[in-house]
């Protein structure tokens, strides 16, 4: 069995996850989903439908051979931890939307693969629920960073851009995430988020924001 490319719905992390009898290959982004409904797979919209990835942990799988009781468990191939993480459409470095299909990368640079859904509203669903859970662990980080930091300097936002990258001799351009925050009256750039204080200090480009007051 090929590897099985999904998220476990709300939660810290995202897992890519893989049957203990299928093969343990390294996860790429060419790997495409097989979610079959031997597996236990139910969709979140139609709990009846056994073709899409279930909002919550998989539990084990009993069969029986040869009148014996087998276990079928799932374990974690690769975990992603989603503070300050972000979900993608993109292909990694372009312009260009996977159809039906996303991504997300941690803070770590490690990436869940690609994960393809079977229609629009599904794809809407999981890119909905792993949004909100990056956003709301994203904010308590934020939290934390401001208590260490003068109230005229707090954290207002964080989150991830994608910077265009010229090609020399070459038509189009690259992209190139960015993680940005605006703290104070300051936007800070990161080429990966700030891990502490110091990363604050040495590792960010900072440009001041200025208000202009029309007359």
């Not at 097989?34 to 139609?46: F, H, K, M, T, V």
């Not at 009781?69 to 989603?82: I, M, R, Y």
């Not at 038509?171 to 940005?180: L, S, T």
């Not at 605006?182 to 900072?206: C, Q």
Request: glycine share 6%.
């Amino acid at each position: 069995m090929g590897h099985e490319h999904t998220p476990h719905g709300p939660g810290n992390e995202c897992h890519d996850q893989n049957n203990c009898g299928g093969n343990n290959s390294s996860t790429t982004e060419s790997t495409t989903s097989q979610l079959r409904p031997e597996d236990g797979w139910r969709s979140p919209s139609n709990p009846t439908t056994p073709t899409t990835p279930s909002t919550t942990a998989t539990s084990p799988t009993s069969t029986k051979m040869n009148n014996h009781k087998v276990e079928k468990q799932w374990v974690d191939v690769v975990t992603v931890p989603l503070m300050m993480a972000y979900i993608t459409r993109y292909i990694f470095g372009t312009d260009k939307l996977r159809p039906q299909a996303f991504e997300v990368r941690g803070i770590n640079g490690i990436s869940t693969g690609v994960v393809h859904c079977e229609d629009a509203a599904m794809l809407s669903q999981w890119i909905k629920h792993i949004t909100n859970n990056i956003i709301g662990l994203t904010n308590l980080q934020m939290k934390l960073y401001n208590s260490s930091f003068p109230a005229s300097e707090h954290v207002l936002y964080m989150g991830w851009v994608c910077e265009g990258v010229l090609n020399q001799n070459l038509p189009w351009q690259n992209w190139k995430p960015k993680f940005i925050a605006l703290k104070g009256t300051d936007i800070y750039m990161f080429d990966t988020p700030p891990l502490n204080t110091h990363d604050w200090l040495e590792r960010a480009s900072v440009w001041a924001v200025t208000r202009r007051c029309s007359a």
